[in-house]
T-cell receptor, first 114, second 110 residues
């Protein structure tokens, strides 16, 4: 399995505060992804990156921004957290965008916005 | 756009029972299809995949066949174990767009 870690694993914050989640991979994968997992919705793509400083929006990108300054790190930022952003966030990585390629997932970050 | 619909459950079975979790998809292109499994407190792990029509993916006794004519990718296992208790996600991938079903929680009782 790909070595993907996420930090923090759990976070509780208040509405209106900024929050940054970190994803770190050791596989030198070019592609990285941020998803959120909510009951009844499965996983939905927030943003993805196809290289250092190259990112694009996913299905549910409003209220989120990302940055990728190094191949191994992909940051997700909530500029001003809202209660609707309470969720479990998963990072994933893959070698390419080829549909046959597997995405490898991190352990997740549980975020609660009060 | 592309989408995946899967049986939501929850599903509760006795050990050694036969398992089927239904998954159907809509796609405009030629996606790859995946089953991922999520154990409690963990991230998603690839269970199996199929990349073209009529391919069969298999792993750990689980199987699924990519059926283009019925746009389905049903997950089956002949004899489930307590250790198979988890949430199962069907997914399709077409370039940078991976779409997941809502997940099916499986509980296997001894």
């Amino acid at each position: 399995d790909a070595g993907i870690t996420q930090s923090p694993r759990h976070k509780v914050t208040e509405t209106g505060t900024p929050v940054t989640l970190r994803c770190h991979q050791t596989e030198n994968h070019r592609y990285m992804y941020w998803y959120r997992q909510d009951p009844g919705h499965g996983l939905r793509l927030i943003h993805y990156s196809y290289g250092v400083k190259d990112t694009d929006k996913g299905e549910v990108s409003d209220g989120y921004s990302v940055s990728r300054s190094k191949t191994e790190d992909f940051l997700l930022t909530l500029e001003s957290a809202t209660s609707s952003q309470t969720s479990v966030y998963f990072c994933a990585s893959a070698t390419s965008s080829n549909p046959t390629d597997t995405q490898y997932f991190g352990p997740g970050t549980r975020l609660t916005v009060l | 756009g592309d989408s995946v619909t899967q049986m939501e459950g929850p599903v509760t079975l006795s050990e050694e029972a036969f398992l089927t979790i239904n998954c159907t998809y809509t796609a405009t292109g030629y996606p790859s299809l995946f089953w991922y499994v999520q154990y409690p407190g963990e991230g998603l792990q690839l269970l199996l995949k199929a990349t073209k029509a009529d391919d069969k993916g298999s792993n750990k006794g689980f199987e699924a066949t990519y059926r283009k004519e019925t746009t389905s990718f049903h997950l089956e296992k002949g004899s489930v174990q307590v250790s198979d208790s988890a949430v199962y996600f069907c997914a399709l991938s077409d370039r940078n767009d991976m779409r997941f079903g809502a997940g099916t929680r499986l509980t296997v009782k001894p």
